[in-house]
């Protein structure tokens, strides 16, 4: 039971250009979506979030945009950077919730 | 301010055997949620516990039981070991309990069973 979906196994993008990193989810009870970032070897690392009330949160070259009608999530880099490339994992909760379901993961490449 | 560790880094068994990861959590953290990695894929939840309680459980056999110390730091226990059960854990604390905090992980135990 897939609730959260990134389709894209892999992004490749020149340096300097936007990364657009994408997410569906099926479960109308999410009311909070995260973006994290995992380099090998570490954990994950939270990137930036986004609650349901709002429809895009900006932190500097990330941001988030959320369509709720259409349940899909997508994450903008802009501009792109070499120690950018990483996986990256849309996750999804709800309030009064437990537990943070995840994405597979899109890993990007940004090519110097 | 310490992040969250976790031991050990590797770890190789035997199916059927029994095994113990550990996890620090970051200090002034009450919450420890631990997930299960499988290759490709992204962290399953495993459960949660918030002060010494388990706050909540994802669709895992009871053979995954875990721990949660005064400290804070936590055991996530796996008895009876399957091949499948190969995969890294992950452990991430939080501020509070629930799904709704940012949650800090640690590196992660690289579990495979033979």
């Known amino acids: 039971d897939q609730q959260v979906k990134q389709n894209s196994p892999s992004l490749s993008v020149q340096e300097g250009r936007i990364s657009i990193l994408n997410c569906d989810y099926t479960n109308s009870m999410f009311d909070y979506f995260l973006w994290y970032k995992k380099y090998p070897a570490e954990g994950p690392t939270f990137l930036i979030s986004i609650s349901s009330i709002k429809d895009k949160n900006e932190d500097g070259r990330f941001t988030v945009f959320l369509n709720k009608s259409a349940k899909h999530l997508s994450l903008h880099i802009v501009p792109s950077q070499p120690g950018d490339s990483a996986v990256y994992f849309c996750a999804a909760s709800y309030t009064g919730g437990f537990k943070t379901i995840f994405g597979a993961g899109t890993r990007l490449f940004v090519k110097a | 301010e310490t992040g969250v560790t976790q031991s050990p880094t590797h770890l190789i068994k035997t199916r059927g055997q029994q095994v113990t990861l550990r996890c620090s959590s970051q200090s002034g953290h009450n919450t420890v949620s631990w997930y299960q990695q499988a290759l490709g894929q992204g962290p399953q939840f495993i459960f949660q516990?918030?002060?010494?309680?388990?706050?909540g459980r994802g669709n895992f056999p009871p053979r995954f039981s875990g721990l949660q110390f005064p400290n804070y730091s936590s055991e996530l226990n796996v008895n009876a070991l399957e091949l499948d059960d190969s995969a890294l854990y992950l452990c991430?604390?939080?501020?509070?309990?629930?799904?709704?905090?940012?949650?800090?992980f640690g590196p992660g135990t690289r579990l495979t069973v033979t």
């Open positions: 516990y918030y002060r010494e309680e388990e706050n």
């Open positions: 991430a604390s939080s501020l509070e309990g629930g799904s709704s905090y940012e949650q800090y």
